[in-house]
Structure formats: C-alpha cells, structure tokens
C-alpha cells in the first residue's frame, strides 16, 4: 500500500529506534493524545522496542471513551422513541449507558443504523421526511469538520427531520487539564497527527510555553510514532521547549483552513463533561445560535436527562495517564471488551481494550475469562 | 483557566456492565466470543454429546460396523443476496461442503431449507437455485432433500437458506481440532478478507468501490489433492465469520498449543488491506467463503503448499507461522518491524472505528 507501507520499513525502524538509543540519557515520560495512536502502538509493538528510559502514558483522546454516561443515556433515550431512526459511528454502538447500549436498543425495537459519513446521515434524512433522523455527533477535531458539513448541508436542504446529539470535545484543553493536574507525570507530548491536520498546531506554542513541555507532532504509522518520540527526547534532552512537526507530510502550521472555516461557522467552544475526568471549561463544541434548531437535546427534549456514574474502574486515572490499564483489578477479568466496565475498554482507540487485544503479558493474566 | 484535574478526580466514574445476557443481539451471529459463550451455555450445555462436544465445523458420526460419516449444517444470511462474486446459495453449497470437506471427508449429499419472505420474486429465487446447482455440480455433491416455508412480508430479508451436508471419511483420517503439534507449518490457501469487503462493498455503504470479488468457492477438490499427498495433514479449517484469528485460536485452544504468524507473510489484497486501513477493520478477522487453513507436519508441508498452489483456488497459498508449544491457547503475531503482539479472538460485531 503506497505512503503506508514504506512506513512499516523493518529497517527504517530498526535506525531510527538506534537513534533515539543514542539521544536518550534519563528517563522520560511522553505521553501520545491520541487513542489512534495507542491502538498504532500496541498493535506494531512499538512499546516493546523504545529503550526502557522511555514511559508512553497514554492520553485521552479516544472520542468514544470519553463521551460522558450522560450523553449516551440520552442517545439511548433518542434511539427508543418510535419516530427516530438513530445514526451513528459505529463504535458507539457498542458503549453503555445506564444499563443499556445501543444494540440493546436495537435488540427491543429502536431503529438505531451505523453510517460511515455523517453526510449520509443527512441523505437518510432528505430520503425519509415522515422519520425523525438523529446523528451521534461525537469526536475530536477529527471529526468536526464532516460533523458540522452534516448540520450545514441540513440547513441548505432545509431540512426539518435532522438534528444532532452534540458530544464533541477539543484537544488543547484536555492538555490544559493534564498539564495543570497535581499528579501529572507528563514531560513531553506527542500531539495527535490526525487532529493537528485539520487544526494545524498554532494553539500549541502557548501551551508548550506555560508548563514548559515540548510537543511532537506525530502520525500513526510505525515510523511516524518513532520519528514523533525521537523529536521529543531531541527537545527534552537539549532542555528545548516549543512545538516540532514530526508529521509533515499531512500537517502544516495553518492546518486545513476551509475545515476550520467550516466549524467555526456551525460550532462554538463551551463546557464540556468528559468521561472519567469531568467538566473543563470550554472543551468542547456546540451549535451556534443559528444553528440551534438542528439540537437534538432541545427538540426532543433530553437535555434534562442527567446520569450519576459509580466509581468502579479507573477509566478517569487511565485516561488521563495516573495509572496503566494493567493496574486495574478488573482488567481481562471481569472487564473485557465483550463486558467493559469503562468506557476504555470499549472502543478499538480505547486504551484499555488495545492493550487487552495486543499486549502478552495482561493477556495471560487475564486469559482464564471464558 | 481554572484547575480542572482537581475536579477530576471526584468526577471519576465508570457504567454498570453490560452482559447481554438477557436479550439476542447482533453479536451473537459474529463468529466470535459472545456468539462461543452463547453456544456453550444455551446450547452445548443443554444438548450434551462427544460428537457436539468436540466443537470441530462438522461431527464424525458412525453406525456399528458401517462407514464414518461426516455432518454439518449451516444457515445463511446475507444482504445483498446476490454480490460480486456469488450470492446467497453459492454461499449455502460451499459453506456447507467446506465444512464438510475440512474434517477430511469426501462431501456426497446435502439437505437445503429455505424460509422464504412473502413478496420475493420467484426469479430471484430461480436464480438463487440455479447457482446453488452450479456450485453443486462443481463439489460432486446432490441435493437431495428440501423444505419450503413462506414467512409474512417484513418478517424476513428476502430469503435464507440453510444446508446440511453429509460426508463420507475415510479410514485412518483424523483431522481434527486438537490435533495441531508444536513444529507444524501452517499454511493459508489465499488472500484474506476479500468476501467480507465484498460484501459490504455490494451495500454501497463504504462510499468506496472496489473491484473485490468474493471468493467463494467449494474447496473438496483441492482438499482432496492435498491429502493425496499427505497423511499428515493434522488440522483444516474454513476461516469465515470472525477471520483466520478467530479459526487459529480456536485451534490453539483444542490443541492446547501456540500459533506463531509472521506478519508479512500473510496474503492480502491491496484493495482489502486499503479499504481495511480507511474503515479501521483488520483482515484477519474478516469473513472468507473460500480459504483453507491447514495445519501440516513440517516435513510434509512444502509438498503440500505445492498442491494448494497447484489447484484455482489455491494459487497465492502460502506458509504463514507455525505450531508451538508457547503461548498455549493464543495465536501471537510476529510483526513487520520485528516485535510482537497478540492475536486474540473476535469478540461481538465488528463495527468500523470511528477516526
């Protein structure tokens, strides 16, 4: 596969793990945002051949994994009503609520379908005006720009059978919270390739500047995560703060200006609720005014729907790096990605459930679970 | 910006789980975990035989002093019914004569029971007849008793069909689930993945096209050739819902052994390994209707990588790991860039990763 392949090259790998061999003097702790990037380490073993002065903490930027108990409790509310064919991407499905998920739904009635485009979610829409069509807006950055293109086409179409549920959050806060925190162990980032190609990296530098923590911007191939942790340990070795872009084939400084043209037309920042961490202020994106009338909360009234979640795992500790998925007593045992406890051990990008699928050494712990 | 992470930690929470324990829903018909957890405990569990028990794709069944006999049976499923490369009944002949056949039985009858949706046109199901005669007669194998119900319209998706195959095993033959030994080659008859990227294709749904076609197909000939020349052939399994990971490590367990893959040996299309990357799904746990695995005695594998290659539907067959004693029960996957990782079982529903 052309611009993949080459960057699985074995020896290419071997080099540039040499390198990082060489710069390393002390211990470091990096810590890479992104759940794509978690699921890319496990998957190549990239963990298992960086020298053991180098800590990967992994970071919370799995969108499925922090998508707060409440907003799937009123997704699974939306989902249940007759008239609403609910849409979604198709690793929520999979996600519970308060005692319930999506198949759940599914499984006593609800219309509840995967689409691989929000925009087809739209499509449904236009193709089915006696139904009421719902889509789970959730993700980083990533996904902000065909999230907002679904609600910007709507209101060209006119559309009056679609709105969203909005759960989107943004990166730069979450580094905030991270770096702010008593017990943060995080002394370089590997910022997210994907989100930095659609956002550029221009809100990095102050962030980088005020907790003094050089960042990496890094892709998701082998060779990228290594060239990503190589520009890290250059930076914190030379005691250099500032942003570096170790993805430049995908990502400038500027980033994708029409996308962001695009989201700051539809989206504005406000508070968000994150799974397991709670509220950061102005983390997230929700529709502006104009476009408030594609608000699923507020047509169908859920937004007083509010869900207490138990303290039972560590998701909170594991996603914002505090503590390893292996850490946990219930890892492999009683949660699994079959029956997760938290929401890590759910998604694909989840921390919990990569190291569940690719790493030994939990695995056999764990492998007693029929 | 206020310190949130302070607040953090108080808001630290997590779901009931959940066990879907109570209700059917689609991950119960993946091929993986939860639909293994769902036979053993409703099923197994209730109907209790050595035959069952040995939870091989076909049973050995045997009257006093007459030949071995091999049976299996299959439901199918599938939307669209008809696709690039097959259609539903192509499916329902070779699914069944493949199970058949991996158990190292010659396939000479089978059974088919439609359940018809009220509303389908009789030409469709003309249609879906006659491929099942054409893939028939390709595997030698009649279909030589039937049933017909109509269910009332939305009550079905079109049509399902489901066979059962008999087979008739040779003496001395015991290819079996457990009967994988550390040093053995395992060999892949072909390309992974591409019926189930097919088939998703065929619903449109990927905003993608692709030129896949599946690769279904009666295997028996190629089977048959295969053990012509070896009578050391200790495992054959048809990899289709839940991929080869889900197939090696249900033979890992049974043989109480380990499975060691090498990465860049196991063959994959272009177009799969491309659609995979774009949907997040991986193409070892994707469905193939027309894959071998064999698990050889070393000695005797080279031989018989050349038959598999020999034969149409085996031309990009290769050898892709081999049999250990470590780590007992799971398949491991030695990756491209030289480190390791796991290869575990399918669990529910594949579903496509978000970004």
Redesign the interface.
Known sequence: ?KY?TEF???DL??QTVEKIRKEVTQPWVLMEICG?QTHAI?????D??LPKEIELVHGPGC??CVTP?EQ?DKALALASMPNVIFTS??????V??????L??V???GGDVR?V??PL?AVKLAAKNPEKEVVFFA???E??APANAMSVYQAAQLGLRNFSVLMSHVRVP?AM???L?????RVQGFLAAG?VCAVMGYWEYPPIAEQYRTPMAVTGFE?LDLLHGVLTAVRMLEKGEVGVANAYARAVTYEGNQPAQKLIQTVFMDCDR?????????MSGWCLRPEYAKFDAEQRFEVASIHS??????????IL?GLKKPHQCPAFGT??????????TMV???GTCAAY?????QP??SG?SH? | MRNPTKVSIEGLNCPVPLTHRERIVTGHGSGGKMMQELIAKTFTSQWQNPMLNAGNDGSVISARGYARLVVSTDAHVVSPLFFPGGDIGALAVCGTVNDVAVMGAKPLYLTASFILEEGLEISTLERVVESMRAKAEEAGVQIVAGDTKVVEKGLADGLYISTTGIGLLADRCHINGWEAKPGDAVLISGTLGDHGIAVLSARGALGLETELASDVAPLNEMIADMMAVSKNIHVMRDPTRGGLATSLNEIAKQSKVGIVLEEGSIPIKPAVESASELLGFDPLYIANEGKLVAIVAEDEAEEVLQVMRSHKYGKEAARIGRVATEPQGRVLMKTLIGSHRMVDMLMGEMLPRIC
Not at chain 1, 42 to 46: A, F, N, T, V
Not at chain 1, 180 to 184: D, P, T
Not at chain 1, 356 to 360: A, G, I, V
């Open positions: 596969m993949v699985r090259d074995a790998v071997r794509g496990k998957r190549y073993g990239i298992e051949l969108p499925v108990l799937i991407y198709g690793d929520m499905l999979r519970p609520g308060s005692g319930r998920d198949f759940s599914r499984a006593t995967v691989y485009s087809d959730i993700g980083f990533t996904t806060p905030h919270a991270i702010s925190g008593e017990h943060n994907h082998p609720k994150w799974r397991g961490i709670g509220n950061i202020p207490e979640e138990s303290p039972i795992c560590i998701a909170g500790e914002q009683l949660c699994t990605p079959e029956h997760p406890l938290g929401a998604s694909t990008e569940y699928q690719y790493d030994q695995i056999a492998a029929a």
